[in-house]
């Protein structure tokens, strides 16, 4: 149980984690002006946690067992299909979430007489952009816990 609290390349990944989640906290203070605390859990947004994660991952295992591993290799990996589904299948599924919101209040403004419908959540993927910066983030925190 001693080692797990030794164990780097698990550090990497949680620090990457909470540091993203942190981050979306002071850009969504920064550019909507104003404080929303529930960011710290959510999906989607800057800068990309999942990618974050991931790539911490990829970036110590690379530092722990060397960048020509087998290892690394099945870390990068995983690492790009984390990005890629982020930015393109999660995304597209909060683009839906959103065109289907919008129906649905439409079908309920049609029908007054009780029709209740739930909302989507649409923050689920990422932006170019997001994916980057959350990538770059995985890197300089495994850089930091390496030194």
Request: charged share 15%.
């Amino acid at each position: 149980m001693q080692d797990i609290f030794q164990n780097r390349i698990l550090w990497s990944v949680i620090v990457a984690l909470f540091a993203a989640q942190i981050l979306k906290v002071i850009t969504v203070l920064i550019s909507e002006r104003h404080f929303n605390l529930r960011r710290i859990r959510g999906t989607g947004g800057m800068p990309s946690s999942h990618s974050a994660s991931v790539v911490a991952l990829a970036t110590s295992v690379g530092f722990e067992k060397g960048f020509a591993s087998a290892e690394f290799t099945i870390a990068l990996v995983l690492a790009f299909v984390v990005m890629y589904d982020a930015c393109g299948i999660r995304k597209a599924a909060g683009e839906q979430a959103e065109i289907l919101n919008d129906l649905m209040q439409q079908f309920s403004d049609m029908f007054k007489d009780g029709f209740e419908s739930k909302k989507l959540g649409t923050l689920l993927g990422h932006t170019l952009p997001q994916v980057f910066f959350g990538a770059l983030l995985g890197i300089f925190i495994s850089i930091i816990i390496y030194l």
